[in-house]
């Protein structure tokens, strides 16, 4: 097969784009949190764990822990217990306290609204900073690169790489800035609904027709109305 020029992929990022607001047109966080910095910590927990057993532990651990100050001055090892089932617990309560003392220390509290203040907070990285400034402050300054924008990204051949931050450089040259910030959740809902990485369900996919990695036809009964009444030609 010829190789895909990048306007032609560009014009089928487009086209997934397109299908996936239609299909997931409440597309939105789902971890649960009552201010930024509350947020900034779920996302920081969830790195190697489910957003659903992130929000399980957030939910009495967020009654406790309501400020910056609060995890500030929390205890190492009682975070630990209390954060234990989100995985990689140590690691996690020693950043989660670094990054509380940093944002009270330098920031005044409050969570930075930069990339580059945010990347400068210990345990805070790219693929973090970026669910903050979109979900925090409606900024767009890259798109958050989790475990299903790594595998669908790469099912549909946007990229070829594994690194997140490789793969975050292909997608800025291919999705619109407009849509960086609600492009993970969209992916991210479509791994969950439909694109399972342990069985895809290809034949009621709405971008069956537009993936390389289709395993199976479109199953036109399963699809979304939009997909499965062919479009009216001119």
Not at 11 to 18: D, N, P
Not at 88 to 110: E, Q
Not at 215 to 224: I, S
Request: with cysteine; net charge positive.
């Amino acid at each position: 097969m010829p190789r895909e020029t990048l306007e032609a992929k560009r014009a089928r990022t487009l086209e997934v784009i397109a299908r996936l607001r239609d299909a997931y047109p409440d597309a939105s966080i789902s971890l649960e949190y009552g201010n930024d910095f509350q947020l900034l910590v779920a996302v920081m927990l969830s790195a190697q764990c489910t957003d659903a057993m992130v929000n399980k532990v957030t939910r009495t651990l967020f009654k406790k822990y309501r400020t910056v100050d609060d995890f500030a001055r929390a205890d190492l090892k009682t975070l630990q217990r209390e954060i234990r089932s989100t995985g990689f617990f140590r690691n996690k309560s020693r950043a989660v306290i670094a990054a509380a003392k940093a944002v009270r220390d330098r920031f005044g509290g409050r969570v930075p609204s930069t990339m580059e203040e945010l990347d400068s907070i210990p345990g805070v990285a790219r693929k973090t900073a970026n669910v903050v400034l979109w979900n925090a402050f409606r900024k767009t300054e890259g798109i958050a690169v989790d475990t299903h924008v790594t595998r669908i990204a790469n099912l549909l051949r946007l990229t070829r790489r594994k690194d997140p931050v490789r793969i975050e450089q292909d997608l800025l040259r291919l999705v619109p800035r407009h849509e960086w910030g609600v492009f993970t959740h969209h992916i991210i809902d479509h791994g969950r609904a439909v694109c399972i990485a342990r069985r895809p369900r290809c034949e009621a996919c709405v971008l069956n027709d537009v993936c390389p990695s289709a395993a199976r036809p479109a199953d036109p009964a399963l699809l979304p109305q939009a997909l499965a009444t062919p479009k009216p030609t001119t």
